[in-house]
């Protein structure tokens, strides 16, 4: 109680100074970038969460390897200068010399000992092991500079998945921390919970200095009043704005934001065990319709779990076209043949998955009650949403379509693929032996090798299992000051990196 | 007074008892936090590691008995979340709520009583019917609407406002402006309500014929015997405050407990559900208290 | 307060013919034009529950995506487009006119639950022993303290969404409001000489609490009601917004303004008609409830048989 006295008389004693408000800032080199999602941990290994990740990745923790994800120069180096294969499953580090920390130490290959280790760990809870799955991660340090990090089983990526492991200083200790240490070019000055996070300008960062003295996160829950944060000179940057409110193109644009929407189609129950049903399923839907009506004219149809810029990603499959008539034949099809096509179907969808999902949702259910099937919308909040997304499903359900988002903006589909579509896979809706060994050997090959397995996989899901009915790519927009320059990418969704803003 | 004040302290204590093992056990009904804390491709040994660390491997009851007594030392559990002790978390929210509350419900109260019994005192005139179409298209007019449309009117297009946000005075206006308006528009039918029907009693009348003024007849008689049913219903305000405006702190990015509850209930983060629910059942309890010493003081009759 | 009470017997009510009363309740309601609007438009919002789902069910339904947002006053597509479409291009008329049986349905059953409840257990708490008052108030306490949105998702995880778990929800909500207030009047009442007469000759605690105590608490109670459907009607589209509300193809006014809560700079009247809707009805009622207040009251009824030239 005491405490609360003190934070309330510190908070009254915050309002009392009669500051007119401080807008643009129009030439100093500070910017403020308004985010849609509250930061409740300022944790590095929790980093690939994106609302974590948009402030702190690259910003003030870095990693070995950098993916490119926007243009193709692939996996670039960046506290790693070069590293080289030692034998099948050991891989070797050639680090970045003369770093510092923010707090002063220098960064050698201690710390990313450390930082491997801790991101494993079992005395934190980090988000880091799911991007490795049952591969153990062993480091050996050579030299301060040099250091060998072994995958057992033989991890074919291992390079890639060193982007994901943010490396802190040897120090750091066994459990989350509030303050991140990092090589990166910011460090954070305060963090203001629920206000804001400031971050500010390193003296001796080691690569080149970024324009940007001094960065304030500031959180709005409503797009429309991040929209306005901008529209009036409060904030220079609100990565997502909503559809509706974009409607300035002098600031606003549009990107992909490496979201695929899609539905799961759960072929435990009848009828969705029959494939007729799952192309009529597929044949139902206008996915043309949507675009520039319910999702931005921007959106494009979704052939893949992925977006069209990870390896493997296979041209050659055309969405679904809509055919209603089609669609109703292959149900009288199945019909004649004794499929319960009349069975209810339950379509599950999350609320707040996107501003206007519930549309969505609605427009959907009606495409497919068009062509006849018996569809119930369902909408759930996301603690309830999860638990019928992963297994294990409820043995007593109704036949199900789940609409969900997949995120995968890390270059390569191994984060997805076994997940979605492995018969052991937390979120597959289906088992097929032959998807099973697909996946597989496409984890464990490499090079040209594995693109084209991938690309493989992508045609056989689509076109011969129709494992689920893909839907759209989705796209967020941006809104920026036009006193700073800041081109939005596929990448901005889970980081945003401050050296890429710029001045007029 | 002082068995009253005893009485109340002792019985609080029994409800707040009663509040945290129902919050308890009900919360816990409603899914696993390990699953909404972790990404969806969490391996099954990340899901039993994230249980382990943070004990909710044990049977509940196991788990209830850890809270008390954790709590009989003051402990409030750490926040899943934030990785920090829950309590904390829940006093900076309050801060922001408590003040936020106090000075809307301060405004409203004064303003509700002014008006309401200028209302009251010509029932149906013109100004008693201008009030309440006002204030009953207020209460009724949902609040992020009426947000969202004050936000671009006073910060966007006049810009005389921030938008959202803290910092400083200015930041203050909009959200206590928009919290202002329906408990307003209530206050002030329970007042105008009240009035009347203290205006047709006979003793109100009795003054009249004696020939007291106008003004002294509203507030010295009329005010007086008015103001239980008001003091309630303005209790009630508060406390709903107290309990978070959550729309007016999600619209207007203000760090209040209402916006901390509703994220922590949705993302299952138990042990800050619980802190905030003490920490703000709490403050109701004495503000009840408050309430029933003013109707002691108000009218003797109701001492017991 | 030594001051005179109002008299107990002031329910002097003539026995007059059934038939003429009704005429002369009619003829008051006739003479306040403002009372008179609101009972026309609540019995219009009254027939489009009852009949709305009926006749415009479907319409209520039909999506064309390539209409969608269509601005209102243009009946170029029919008369149900003259409220304009939805973001769906669904007709926003009958959708407004369907929504009110749901809407209805969920605020007058929470009202209805948390206010019989309420005041009865507000009746208790004052009159009876002040032990048995000061448990049923910690109750109250209890409740208000729990979050109602807690509640809400303990409830409607538990048990589904529904028209029924909704108005359970909304009803346990809010009763501590009816119960504070009832208990409060009844502290107030109970000290009046009246009542003290009535325990005197003997009535029975029964009898004293319904005949004499409870005619005194309703007016409050029925303000508070009145004002209470709103606020009903709002929260349940603040449930909607999170998910755990009514599910379409079920809609309600509550529903309709938080999905049109996006398109506010762009189509603002995908919110405004079911907006309006709750406005007018809450305005409705509270103009009837103040109506009813002075017309049931004998001892004010003179305001509205003299004409609205009423002074005070």
Not at chain 1, 89 to 115: C, I, Y
Not at chain 3, 152 to 176: C, E, F, K, Q
Request: hydrophobic residues 50%; neutral net charge; aromatic residues 8%.
């Amino acid at each position: 109680m005491k405490r609360s006295l003190m934070s309330l008389g510190a908070a009254l004693l915050s309002a009392v100074h009669l500051a007119v408000p401080a807008s643009a800032q129009n030439a100093s080199k500070d910017v403020t970038i308004v985010l849609g999602e509250g930061v409740d941990l300022m944790e590095p290994c929790m980093s690939t969460r994106s609302n974590i990740g948009r402030v702190l990745l690259q910003n003030i923790n870095e990693t070995l390897t950098e993916f490119d994800v926007v243009g193709d120069k692939g996996l670039m180096p960046r506290l790693a200068e070069s590293w080289d294969q030692q034998n099948d499953s050991t891989w070797r580090f050639h680090l970045r010399k003369n770093v510092k920390f923010s707090d002063g130490s220098d960064f050698d290959a201690e710390d990313v000992k450390h930082s491997i280790d801790r991101a494993m760990s079992k005395d934190l809870s980090c988000e880091t092991p799911r991007y490795f799955g049952s591969t153990k991660i062993t480091a050996t340090v050579v030299d301060p500079s040099t250091i060998d990090i072994t995958a057992e089983p033989k991890q074919a990526i291992l390079p890639l998945l060193m982007s994901i492991v943010t490396i802190v200083p040897s120090d750091t200790p066994m459990q989350f921390v509030r303050d991140p240490i990092g090589t990166g070019p910011y460090k954070m000055a305060a963090w203001n919970v629920g206000q804001n996070i400031v971050l500010e300008r390193r003296g001796d960062y080691w690569g080149d200095a970024p324009q940007v003295e001094k960065a304030t996160y500031v959180f709005r829950t409503d797009p429309a009043v991040a929209a306005a944060m901008v529209q009036t000179g409060e904030a220079d940057i609100a990565p997502a704005i909503s559809v509706t409110d974009a409607t300035n193109a002098e600031t606003d644009q549009a990107y992909p934001n490496s979201e695929v929407f899609y539905m799961r189609i759960d072929q435990g129950k009848p009828p969705l065990q029959d494939k007729r049903i799952r192309e009529a399923l597929n044949l139902a839907i206008d996915r043309q319709a949507f675009v520039g009506t319910l999702v931005p004219a921007e959106t494009t149809l979704a052939t893949a779990m992925v977006p069209p810029t990870t390896l493997g990603f296979n041209k050659d499959i055309k969405p679904w076209p809509f055919d209603a008539e089609k669609a109703k034949a292959l149900i009288a099809d199945a019909k004649a043949d004794g499929v319960a096509v009349d069975s209810k179907i339950t379509l599950i969808g999350r609320s707040n998955l996107f501003p206007n999902v519930l549309e969505v949702m609605e427009a959907i259910q009606s495409m497919l009650t068009d062509v006849g099937f018996n569809v119930d919308l369902q909408m759930y909040e996301v603690a309830e949403f999860e638990d019928i997304y992963g297994k294990p499903f409820a043995e007593d359900r109704t036949a199900q379509l789940v609409a969900a988002q997949h995120d995968n903006a890390r270059g390569d589909p191994v984060f997805s693929m076994f997940f979605k579509y492995h018969s052991n896979g937390p979120q597959s809706g289906f088992s097929d032996p032959k998807v099973d060994q697909m996946i597989e050997d496409a984890t464990a090959a490499t090079g040209e090798d594995r693109a084209k397995k991938w690309s493989d996989l992508f045609a056989y899901l689509n076109n011969d299992v129709v494992a689920d009915v893909l839907l759209f790519n989705q796209v967020s927009f941006a809104r920026v000051n036009p006193r700073v320059t800041f081109k939005p990418t596929i990448a901005t969704n889970s980081q945003l990196q401050l050296s890429q803003v710029g001045f007029k | 007074m002082r068995k009253l004040i005893f009485g109340r302290v002792l019985s609080s204590f029994f409800s707040l008892a009663a509040l945290v093992v129902m919050v308890f056990f009900l919360s816990r009904l409603t899914g696993d936090p390990a699953a909404l804390f972790l990404p969806r491709e969490a391996t099954q040994e990340m899901l039993d590691n994230f249980r382990r660390l943070h004990g909710l491997n044990d049977p509940l009851i196991v788990q209830f008995g850890r809270y008390v007594w954790d709590l009989l030392h003051l402990d409030f559990g750490q926040s899943l979340r934030q990785a920090r002790p829950a309590i904390d978390v829940v006093f900076e929210g309050f801060a922001w709520t408590f003040q936020l509350a106090a000075i809307t419900i301060a405004l409203v109260s004064i303003a509700a009583i002014v008006i309401g019994s200028l209302a009251a005192f010509r029932p149906d005139g013109i100004f008693d019917r201008f009030a309440s179409v006002v204030s009953l298209i207020g209460a009724s007019a949902p609040d992020f609407w009426v947000a969202i449309v004050a936000i671009v009117v006073f910060a966007v297009n006049f810009a005389w406002l921030p938008t959202s946000g803290t910092g400083t005075v200015w930041h203050w206006i909009l959200p206590v402006a928009v919290l202002f308006i329906r408990p307003f528009g209530l206050i002030l039918q329970i007042v105008r309500g009240s009035m009347i029907q203290s205006f047709g009693s006979l003793y109100v009348k009795t003054a009249r014929a004696k020939g007291v003024g106008n003004t002294s007849i509203i507030f010295v008689h009329t005010l007086r015997n008015a103001m239980l049913p008001v003091i309630t219903v303005i209790g009630d305000q508060a406390a709903a405050m107290l309990n978070g405006a959550v729309i007016i702190e999600t619209i207007f990015g203000f760090p209040g407990v209402g916006k901390l509850m509703i994220d922590s209930i949705l993302q299952r983060d138990f042990n800050v559900v619980l802190a905030a629910i003490m920490v703000t059942a709490l403050a109701i309890f004495v503000m009840n208290l408050l309430i029933d010493i003013a109707y002691a003081i108000l009218d003797p009759r109701v001492r017991t | 307060m030594t001051m005179t009470q109002s008299l107990p017997g002031t329910s002097t009510q003539a026995e007059v013919q059934q038939k003429g009363r009704i005429r002369g309740v009619l003829g008051m309601l006739w003479r306040d034009k403002f009372a008179l609007a609101a009972t026309i438009f609540l019995l219009v919002v009254i027939s489009c529950a009852v009949f709305g789902p009926m006749l415009m069910g479907d319409a209520a339904l039909s999506q064309n995506l390539r209409g969608r947002n269509a601005p209102p006053f243009s009946i170029a597509n029919g008369w149900f487009y003259v409220l304009g479409s939805d973001s769906l291009g669904r007709p926003l008329l009958p959708r407004v006119v369907v929504a009110a049986q749901n809407t209805m349905l969920i605020a007058a059953g929470a009202v209805l639950c948390s206010s019989i409840i309420g005041a009865l257990l507000g009746l208790v708490a004052g009159y009876a022993s002040s032990r048995v008052g000061n448990v049923i108030l910690r109750l109250a306490d209890v409740i208000m303290s729990f979050p109602s949105l807690l509640l809400a998702v303990v409830v409607l995880y538990i048990l589904a969404p529904s028209v029924g778990n909704l108005v359970i929800v909304l009803a346990i909500t809010r009763i501590p409001v009816y119960l504070r207030t009832t208990r409060a009047e009844v502290m107030e009442i109970r000290q009046r000489m009246f009542v003290e007469a009535a325990e005197v000759m003997g009535a029975s605690p029964v009898r004293i609490v319904f005949r004499h105590i409870l005619p005194m608490v309703i007016p409050t109670l029925v303000t508070i009601a009145t004002l209470d459907f709103a606020f009903v009607m709002l929260a349940e589209s603040s449930l909607s917004f999170l998910g755990i509300g009514i599910q379409p193809p079920q809609i309600t006014w509550g529903l309709m303004v938080s999905q049109g809560r996006q398109y506010l700079a762009t189509a603002w009247w995908l919110a405004f008609w079911p907006g309006l809707a709750i406005i007018l009805t809450t305005m409705s009622l509270n103009l009837l409830s103040n109506w009813m207040r002075i017309a049931l009251d004998p001892a004010q009824r003179w305001r509205l048989e003299i004409g609205g030239k009423a002074n005070g």
